[in-house]
């Protein structure tokens, strides 16, 4: 079946330091893939999504091109801050009368220190 | 700004007791949806709901679980007789149309022991 591998946390990085959290995916059609980030308290926000090979999907400064030869939707940050310290789940799900719910990863802890 | 919200934050059980999970979501949307997160493992699709009905389930949602819309704005899980291994967190989702944003709520932590 579909399934979601995330690197391990957590990842601990310093303020203004270069971010990348992997993602690989294994899915027997075309999904759309997303990155959700779940702030201490509060509930999974999508963060961004791309809908096809070679998308880019960005939002606060992240990040990731669906690459479809490589299976993957890497997450990147080029700077950041405290405040991006959170727990980020990567996604994936069928559209346009495919499954309803989306396939998770086990989602990565950062941690950034000032 | 709207918000998915669910009650209560942690539930705690005994064995074998039923648990009801509440959730309100965002008031035109139209599909919602059910997820549980073991402690170190991945998020995992429960169920979904439209039209009063459900949508689509995985596996993991058995005879053990049941869900429902009682009213024009709630939505609620139930498990008839929990067991150790149903101790995880509960997110419910909702989103105005199939395939579309799904917005999370902030979880309910249920610890059955």
């Known amino acids: 079946g579909d399934s979601v591998t995330q690197m391990e946390g957590p990842v601990t990085l310093s303020e203004e330091a270069f971010l990348t959290i992997n993602c690989t995916y294994t899915a027997t059609g075309y999904p759309s893939l997303f990155w959700y980030v779940q702030y201490p308290g509060e509930g999974l926000q999508l963060l961004l999504k791309a809908t096809k090979a070679d998308d880019k999907g960005s939002n606060k400064g992240f990040e990731a091109t669906y690459r479809k030869e490589t299976t993957s939707f890497h997450l990147e940050k080029g700077s950041v801050q405290v405040s991006d310290s959170a727990v980020y789940f990567c996604a994936l799900q069928y559209s346009g009368g495919g499954a309803d719910g989306l396939t998770f990863g086990k989602g990565t802890h950062l941690i950034i220190q000032p | 700004e709207p918000e998915v919200t669910q009650t209560p934050s942690h539930q705690v059980t005994q064995m074998g007791q039923e648990v009801i999970l509440r959730c309100v979501p965002i008031?035109?949307?139209?599909?919602f949806y059910w997820y549980r997160q073991i402690l170190g493992q991945k998020v995992e699709f429960l169920v979904s709901?439209?039209?009063?009905?459900?949508?689509?389930k995985s596996e993991i949602f058995d005879d053990q679980f049941s869900v429902e819309r009682p009213d024009g704005s709630n939505f609620t899980l139930k498990i008839r007789s929990t067991k150790l291994e149903d101790s995880a967190m509960y997110f419910c989702?909702?989103?105005?149309?199939?395939?579309?944003?799904?917005?999370f709520g902030p979880g309910t932590r249920l610890t059955v022991l």
């Open positions: 709901f439209y039209n009063n009905e459900i949508s689509e």
């Open positions: 008031s035109n949307h139209l599909y």
């Open positions: 989702a909702s989103s105005v149309g199939r395939s579309l944003e799904q917005f």
